[in-house]
């Protein structure tokens, strides 16, 4: 089967400008996840959605992230205006269900200058 | 809230040597552990995994046990070579759709 798509695979920006990641998952995996993996660390939970329904945004910066899964498919990021502080990589993972485990896309490099 | 930590990084090992990095958790339920790998310019990959007590995950040579009684799923390879050099990732979820909560991750450098 295809993996998770990302695009684009790398982004250069200036600080306060704006940029979006597109994320198209595995056919019929109804559970998408943004991650932000900072450099040294862990990947960490931005948003996840349930078909087009947000599950938990809890830790998505709402001030200047956003994100939309149309028709509960393709999904955005989008980051408005950007800080130097967001120059990391952006996975997004999408899941089928219950025990069947997550699958990651190649992730999107951001770097902020 | 849940928790997962990795032994601190970077590992380098001689090709053939033994390979163990330790991780623990912490959570409020009877997590599913996991173990992803990231090699260089690629994305996450899972490893192995593992659902619930005394279960051991394995693949590629790795092992992990699920240890309840003192929190762990260490990592284990009895002879690493050159190519298992990536980062790896010690993570849990709840179960159900609850998203993975990651360790920091533990760089692996096996040289010649």
């Known amino acids: 089967e295809a993996g998770v798509a990302q695009s684009p695979r790398y982004k250069i920006i200036e600080k306060r400008q704006s940029v979006a990641f597109w994320c198209n998952p595995i056919s019929g995996h109804a559970t998408l996840y943004w991650y932000q993996q900072i450099l040294g660390q862990g990947p960490k939970l931005l948003i996840q959605?349930?078909?087009?329904?947000?599950?938990?945004d809890s830790q998505l910066p709402k001030d200047r992230f956003s994100a939309e899964r149309l028709k509960g498919v393709d999904s955005t990021l989008k980051i408005q205006p950007a800080k130097l502080e967001d120059s990391a990589v952006y996975l997004c993972a999408t899941s089928i269900g219950t025990g069947f485990g997550y699958t990651f896309g190649s992730g999107t490099r951001l770097t902020v200058v | 809230g849940n928790s997962v930590t990795q032994m601190e990084g970077p590992v380098t090992l001689s090709e053939e040597a033994f390979l163990t990095i330790n991780c623990t958790y912490t959570a409020t339920g009877y997590p599913s552990l996991f173990w992803y790998v990231q090699y260089p310019g690629e994305g996450l990959q899972l490893l192995l995994k593992?659902?619930?007590?005394?279960d051991k995950g394995s693949n590629k040579g790795f092992e992990a046990t699920y240890r309840k009684e003192t929190t762990s799923f260490h990592l284990e390879k009895g002879s690493v070579q050159v190519s298992d050099s990536a980062v790896y990732f010690c993570?849990?979820?709840?179960?159900?759709?609850?998203?993975?909560?990651f360790g920091k991750g533990t760089r692996l450098s096996v040289i010649a």
């Open positions: 959605f349930q078909n087009n329904g947000v599950v938990d």
């Open positions: 993570a849990l979820s709840e179960g159900g759709n609850t998203p993975l909560v």
């Open positions: 593992a659902t619930k007590a005394d």
